[in-house]
């Protein structure tokens, strides 16, 4: 490429997974022997937190048509959002949810787990519930199955020697 090629942006995300996504047309463009440029929110012309995909201007509608009909492919090859949907591994209407969800939630993070809470006392006619990744959900599960199969007693002497390490 010369120095005086126009470059153009065939690309652009600022979704969680827009480094990742860009990195995929830039490789699928180069297969089609596009030349890229894949550029961060480091380089001028850049939106903070986006991340984009120029070509040569004379390149701009072949890479277009490439994008679009592989458009399907791209996102399931680099979106792992349905590994990240978050489950339900616990959920009480009981009196005492709220303070159950902080207990589960403390045991799940505790064992390496992230773990979410979704509810408030703000409406107390809704449940709590604890939520976690998919990809953690069958362990999640095993955990508080092994914790309701020790009781409340084995639960506290875990989160006590959590506690001192």
Same mark, same amino acid.
């Given at each position: 490429m010369n120095a005086s090629t126009e470059w153009v942006t065939v690309f652009r995300?600022?979704?969680?997974? &827009?480094e990742s996504q860009a990195r995929a047309v830039a490789e699928l463009l /180069?297969?089609?022997?596009? =030349?890229?440029?894949l550029l961060d929110d480091g380089? @001028? !012309?850049v939106p903070p937190g #986006?991340?984009?995909?120029?070509?040569p201007a004379r390149d701009?509608?072949?890479?277009?048509? *490439?994008?679009?009909e592989h458009r399907a492919d791209l996102e399931t090859a680099v979106n792992p959002s349905h590994d990240l949907d978050l489950v339900t591994v616990? +959920? %009480?209407? &009981?009196?005492? #949810?709220?303070?159950?969800?902080? #207990?589960?939630? %403390?045991?799940?993070? +505790? %064992? !390496?787990? =992230?773990?979410?809470?979704? !509810?408030? %006392? *703000?409406?107390p006619n809704l449940p709590f519930e604890?939520?976690? @990744?998919?990809?953690?959900a069958?362990?999640?599960?095993?955990?508080?199955?092994?914790?309701?199969? *020790? /009781? =409340? &007693? #084995?639960?506290?002497?875990a989160e006590r020697e959590g506690e001192n390490c």
């Open positions: 995300s600022a979704d969680v997974g &827009a /180069g297969t089609a022997e596009i =030349p890229t440029q380089r @001028p !012309g #986006a991340w984009e995909v120029r070509v701009a509608n072949f890479a277009e048509r *490439l994008i679009a616990f +959920a %009480s209407d &009981a009196h005492n #949810a709220e303070m159950e969800a902080l #207990a589960v939630r %403390s045991l799940l993070e +505790a %064992s !390496g787990l =992230p773990a979410v809470i979704v !509810g408030t %006392s *703000l409406y604890v939520r976690v @990744p998919r990809r953690h069958a362990q999640a599960e095993q955990i508080l199955r092994e914790a309701r199969t *020790l /009781g =409340p &007693a #084995a639960v506290e002497e």
